[in-house]
């Protein structure tokens, strides 16, 4: 598989994941942090929102790939 293909398919692959990520850490925030004070969601949310890069390490290592 060219370059060119595997980031395309890389891209694609990472747009899935963003979007069923982004839902997920968002109904389960919403389900945990219902009584929740504010800073325990300040804590939820800046951790979800650094932790999705984690899995996504292989994804990007086999999109810059060389042929």
Known sequence: MNTQTR?????FVLLAYLALYAA????????ILAHAPNWAALIYYV???VIWVLPLRPLFGWMNRGP
Do not use: H, I, N
Request: a positive charge; charged letters at 5%.
């Open 7 to 11: 980031k395309a398919l890389g891209c």
């Open 47 to 49: 951790v979800a929102g």
């Open 24 to 31: 997920a850490a968002a109904t389960l925030g919403s389900y």
